[in-house]
């Protein structure tokens, strides 16, 4: 069973923002700092439920957010993501984001409220081929090998050899699989 829930009340959904916090932030404090607070905000979980069901994941609302951001829209929050700070006003301290975001949803809910309802996120890409390159390789070695895919990424996965893959390693080390694609792909492994 994943540990996503079924989104269909704001405890659900609260639930969902806790594991995104955990399991996909590793690598966007912002985003994990924030799914903290979201999940104890009823406000915000209310706002986002107005989204179509399929869609009510954290990922929707931070990138309608962001969406806004990027759109011109003045607010503190923007100092806390580098794609629109000013120079100078970045602010690295994501942990007290959560007050400047609150007030950024309060201000602009109207407008959310629609890009929710009439958005959607595309979460299929080539990037996250980048484990299952290496698979590859490492079989394509032993004998022709072919690939099937059955699921939502419109085939997208198909395409995998004609990609250049970058592994940086924990050593900082950098070794590459693939084609001489122009498409590179850049994966970091990390230890814990």
């Not at 829930?5 to 806790?18: E, G, K, S, T």
């Not at 209310?46 to 929707?60: F, G, K």
Request: charged letters at 25%; a negative charge.
């Amino acid at each position: 069973m994943s540990a996503y829930q079924r989104p269909v009340d704001a405890l659900a959904l609260a639930q969902n923002f806790r594991v995104f916090a955990n399991a996909d932030c590793a690598n966007e404090p912002l985003y994990a700092a924030l799914s903290r607070a979201i999940a104890r905000d009823q406000d915000i979980l209310e706002l986002l439920l107005a989204a179509p069901y399929r869609q009510r994941r954290p990922v929707l609302l931070f990138a309608a957010t962001h969406d806004l951001l990027l759109a011109g829209v003045e607010h503190p929050l923007a100092r806390f993501y580098r794609s629109v700070a000013r120079e100078g006003e970045m602010r690295g301290d994501v942990d007290h984001a959560f007050p400047a975001f609150a007030d950024f949803c309060a201000q602009q809910r109207d407008t959310l409220r629609t890009s929710l309802c009439e958005r959607t996120t595309q979460t299929n890409e080539v990037g996250r081929c980048a484990a299952l390159r290496l698979v590859l390789a490492g079989l394509q070695r032993e004998r022709p090998i072919a690939l099937v895919d059955v699921g939502c990424s419109a085939g997208l996965n198909l395409l995998v050899d004609r990609y250049r893959f970058s592994y940086r390693l924990p050593d900082t080390s950098v070794h590459t699989v693939g084609t001489e694609s122009p498409v590179v792909i850049a994966a970091t492994f990390e230890t814990d």
